[in-house]
């Protein structure tokens, strides 16, 4: 018994700190599992984005619920808070899944505009290829043509990704299903950021063709370990009390059965 006792705490003691560190710095969070309305509920805070009449949430997300960016018209609109003004690195990171490919057109993902700039980071899929374009101003710095395994390859189509750009200092790591795929660097630093919203899908560019899952704003540069723990489903339990408990309880049954 008392070696079972011993075993329960050292494991709360490891699925702490994975729980602390990736809801350390997180601005935004969007799970997609359900709105009010049009209002999208951030899981971080209480800055909430707010849908347009194109975009919808659909069941088929990669976990429960995903938001389906299927319109060259969808976007989601989150109004400028301060701390979403003032991150220098920062994380974004996301599970997509391209419906189509592309269209002869520069498509947006995900842009957070800062004055005068509309990629502070800039996510778009290429006029000729389906990979991401990943940028960042003054300097238009960043991923070019970046696919799966790299720079130069190619998405597929109806499959689900993981993708997380992770911005420290001048340089931007872009780590695809859990894998460092490509590092750019002369990234701006400190980043310019100011009170500029953070859109997901349409901007002054149509949308891709895409749905959506588990997107996730840091103001800070994730670990290649914390990428791959969000990766892994940990993130909801990050920013739920109750999730956190049900993971931990479940853990310790596993031990001592």
């Known amino acids: 018994m008392r070696q079972l006792t011993i075993a329960i705490l050292a ?3 490891l699925i702490m700190p994975v729980q602390a560190s990736l809801d350390k710095g ?8 359900k709105a009010d309305g049009k209002t999208l509920i951030n899981r971080a805070n209480k800055h909430n984005g707010t849908m347009n009449d194109k975009v919808k949430l659909t069941a088929k997300g990669k976990y429960k619920g995903g938001l389906d960016c299927t319109d060259p018209d969808s976007s989601v609109t989150v109004e400028s808070f301060p701390e979403l003004e003032k991150y220098s690195d920062n994380t974004y990171m996301f599970w997509i899944n391209f419906t189509k490919g592309t269209n002869s057109k ?15 980071p800039g996510i778009w899929i290429c006029p000729d290829t389906l990979n991401l374009h990943w940028r ?12 799966p395994t790299g720079e130069g390859s190619k998405f597929a189509l109806n499959k689900w990704y993981h993708a997380a ?14 894998k ?24 002054g560019y149509r949308s891709a063709t895409f749905l959506l899952d588990d997107l996730a704003v840091y103001d800070r540069a994730l670990s290649e370990a914390e990428v ?3 990766k892994n489903g940990k993130l909801s339990t990050a920013v739920d009390p109750q999730a956190k408990l049900a993971v931990k309880w479940g853990d310790i049954r596993l031990t001592s059965d």
């Open 11 to 13: 494991l709360a003691l």
């Open 180 to 203: 460092e795929v490509t590092k750019a660097t002369g990234i701006p630093s400190p980043s310019k950021q100011g009170k500029e919203k953070l859109y997901i899908g349409k901007t």
């Open 165 to 178: 750009g992770v911005n420290k200092g001048s340089e931007l790591r872009l780590y695809i299903d859990g």
């Open 136 to 147: 960042y101003n003054p300097g238009n710095k960043g991923t070019d043509r970046c696919g």
């Open 106 to 120: 520069w498509s947006q993902i995900v842009a957070k505009k800062a004055p005068g700039s509309d990629r502070s």
């Open 228 to 230: 791959n723990e969000a």
């Open 26 to 33: 997180l601005l935004v969070y969007f799970d997609f599992d």
